[in-house]
């Protein structure tokens, strides 16, 4: 019997997003794999080099034919070549081995250089969640095409869904009006989200409509921006979104809840009462978003940036997702204003098209974010032969030389970004419409 590794750490981690993704996808392959041996390792960042020697030796017992990586980290690296030196080399060479590539795949352009010395010519699968990260993975492959896969990932209806009931049931608990029209942003709470511009574009938009709310929901962080040189303290971002409250007209402030770092269940109740998501996120590393998925299978219109991962929303359902232009700004990636407040505009006059549609949205997005949909996509990958990993182009070497300053990505003299940067994420920069 074939047997299956799923390498994974045991600990819950402290992005929500990666819990749901991780789980997801074990489902899903629990479901490709179901007549086959399959075992769960434990893999993560706290472990010692004896621990993961200790987890080598389990898998080299195991023997297994496929060992599938599920989590973002740690990098896989120390792993695998701790089972290549005690496994033998014939048996090791023949192990197929599939990464699903998070977010931080840039962030670890050493451990993936060094990595591919060790997977030359064995039997490799990248699997990216959106259309631009399938584009950026692939340039730093040679023979990227053949390697590289786009797989969404997936959410579960059973955790959020539409109900018009749910709907009505969360309005009236939170004391909301049939007339309000509720604009919601779920995610980090972070520089890196443009959350601060969203508040002050929003209390724009207010000046001129009335009866629209503005929901958040989310954990703070204060990871500001390292790629630019761009810290914060403990508490840091959190206390700078009071003061920019502080900061807005009363009428304005009053108008916008801060909600919390919410459970599954709170989300789904929330998207359900809402009627818009937005996310003007230009995070360089934003290569899908777990929030935007949710919100458009609980049948959400999406307001998003033209770039990175959030493009692929707009490619499935063109009309009930909106991109929002991208542009340079002093050498720095931000989103139009203007055409932010048109958009928004635009989608303010339809509420009730929208509101009206809603089934239609979330059906539309199930057939493209669900776990059976895309087990079946899955499943159609993994049938056909498994590619063999040929290296990495001369793309990944100028990665490394812009990590091997700090910060990696900022002009000290301009403080911009660097033309390297660009280099990097050209494909994560606005396609026509």
């Not at 590619?387 to 490394?400: E, M, N, T, V, Y």
Request: glycine fraction near 2%.
């Amino acid at each position: 019997m074939e047997k299956i590794a799923y390498l994974y750490s045991f600990e819950t981690s402290s992005w929500k997003s990666c819990q749901t993704i991780t789980k997801n996808l074990i489902t899903c392959y629990s479901s490709i794999f179901n007549s086959f041996d399959q075992k769960h390792f434990n893999l993560n960042v706290e472990q010692s080099i004896y621990d993961i020697l200790k987890t080598a030796k389990e898998i080299q017992n195991f023997n297994p034919s496929k060992i599938i990586f599920l989590d973002h980290k740690p990098h896989p690296l120390i792993l695998l070549k701790t089972l290549s030196e005690i496994m033998s080399h014939e048996v090791f060479k023949n192990i197929e081995l599939i990464f699903h590539i998070f977010g931080d795949y840039t962030l670890y352009s050493y451990d993936w250089s060094e990595l591919g010395d060790l997977l030359h010519q064995m039997k490799v699968r990248f699997f990216c969640a959106s259309d631009r990260q399938v584009e950026l993975v692939r340039s730093f492959l040679i023979e990227g095409e053949a390697l590289v896969k786009k797989l969404p990932f997936f959410v579960d209806e059973n955790e959020f869904f539409y109900s018009s009931k749910l709907s009505d049931d969360t309005k009236k608990n939170f004391n909301f009006s049939s007339k309000d029209i509720l604009l919601l942003y779920t995610g980090r709470l972070s520089q890196q989200k443009n959350v601060f511009q969203l508040i002050l574009e929003f209390a724009k938009a207010a000046k001129n409509h009335e009866n629209i709310k503005l929901l958040i929901a989310g954990n703070f962080d204060d990871l500001g921006n390292p790629f630019t040189g761009i810290w914060y303290h403990e508490n840091e971002y959190y206390q700078k979104y009071l003061e920019l409250i502080n900061e807005l007209d009363q009428n304005i402030k009053d108008r916008i809840s801060y909600l919390g770092n919410l459970s599954t269940d709170s989300l789904n109740k929330i998207y359900n009462a809402s009627d818009i998501y937005i996310s003007m996120s230009a995070h360089n590393d934003e290569d899908f978003g777990m929030s935007p998925a949710e919100a458009m299978v609980t049948g959400l219109p999406t307001i998003l940036t033209n770039w990175a991962g959030y493009y692929s929303f707009h490619v499935n359902d063109p009309e009930n997702c909106s991109l929002v232009p991208v542009e340079y700004k002093d050498n720095f990636i931000d989103f139009d204003r203007d055409s932010f407040q048109t958009i928004l505009a635009e989608h303010l006059e339809k509420i009730s098209s929208f509101r009206k549609n809603r089934i239609h949205i979330s059906q539309k997005a199930i057939k493209y974010l669900s776990v059976k949909q895309n087990t079946l996509v899955l499943n159609n990958f993994l049938n056909s032969p498994a590619p063999r990993f040929k290296g990495h182009s001369d793309k990944i070497d100028i990665l490394k030389q812009s990590f091997l300053k700090s910060p990696p990505f900022l002009n000290p003299e301009t403080l911009t970004y660097t033309t390297q940067y660009f280099k990097i994420y050209e494909c994560y920069l606005p396609k026509k419409l």
